[in-house]
């Protein structure tokens, strides 16, 4: 059984699980290696330095350090990295390159080389190739020297709270501003004046003798910093933004944004995506700026 830790719900498959993130505004959720966080400030710090997310000149630069100060040890470390056996058909080999050479050539493995992950069809492979895991850093945040692979990462980093003490509802009333055509408001109204921020701190008071209770909708924490972290997430925000082709509705931009890179429903390429994100950033960063 899967555990989803932001609502302490069980589910069959980690798959099932997968998907039920995927739909929650409110979930800390990478897509891109399938993990679940317990708060978004996690999932911001992860985006920024787990490896996969680093561009090939970052890695690059990483590993000439660590050569620097490991010269010694490298011919000792380098037969202990990893072991010539492939895990899914539970096989040995006499070296790594047979075992790489079987990962291309079975009928049985979609292996992906760059993240060493095993898929279940050809087409997940393919577009597991094409996703944003194995883009570049094309994206600088307009607040902070920061650099991701897509648009809704510097917006998802930004709501976070960790870039210039900005929060989520700053961002949301900015896009708002935005003349964007066709609108993707579920409001029209665009409110003006000073952003009023409302943070929630719960004390040992929600405590209802077994485990840590949400006021608002009841759900149960094992400890009072994930009750903390839940009553400051997205969970019990309103739906702020919707697709303008299928209609669906996020409570938060990167949602969206999400939405509309993932090509699922049609409504834009990425590319398209890249090129709007692009002509947007200058007019979303003025709005931004304190």
């Known amino acids: 059984m899967a555990q989803c830790n932001q609502c302490d719900r069980s589910f069959r498959s980690s798959q099932a699980l997968f998907a039920h993130c995927r739909d929650k505004d409110d979930h800390p959720f990478c897509e891109d290696c399938d993990r679940l966080f317990l708060t978004f400030t996690g999932l911001d710090q992860h985006m920024q330095n787990a490896a996969v997310h680093r ?15 490991d010269d010694d040890d490298d011919d000792d470390d380098d037969d202990d ?21 079987h990962l291309a050539a079975s009928s049985k493995h979609n292996w992906c080389f760059a993240c060493s992950r095993d898929f279940a069809t050809p087409t ?8 944003s895991v194995h883009r570049g850093l094309d994206f600088e945040c307009p607040l902070c020297p920061k650099r991701f692979k897509t648009p809704s990462s510097i917006a998802l980093h930004v709501e976070s709270g960790t870039c210039h003490n900005i929060s ?14 066709p609108t993707i408001s579920v409001s029209r109204r665009i409110e003006s004046g000073t952003i009023r921020v409302v943070s929630y701190y719960v004390t040992e008071r929600a405590f209802n003798g077994t485990a840590y209770e949400c006021y608002l909708c009841h759900r149960t924490f094992r400890t009072l910093g994930a009750l903390n972290s839940h009553i400051n997430s997205p969970a019990h925000d309103a739906d702020e933004f919707k697709c303008p082709k299928c209609k669906r509705k996020y409570k938060l931009v990167s949602g969206l944004m999400q939405h509309i890179e993932s090509e699922a429903c049609g409504i834009a390429k990425f ?4 090129d709007f994100t692009r002509n947007l950033v200058d007019q979303f960063s003025k709005r931004l700026k304190l």
């Open 168 to 181: 989520r509802a700053q961002v949301t009333a900015a896009v708002h501003a935005l003349d964007i055509v």
């Open 124 to 131: 997940s492979l393919d577009q597991h190739s094409s996703s």
């Open 81 to 101: 990295d990893e072991e010539p056996l492939c895990v899914g058909c539970n096989r040995w080999f006499v070296d790594l390159a047979s075992l790489y050479q």
């Open 55 to 69: 561009s090939d000149s970052e890695c690059d630069e990483y590993a000439s350090e660590s050569d620097d100060d």
């Open 271 to 274: 590319q398209v995506v890249e």
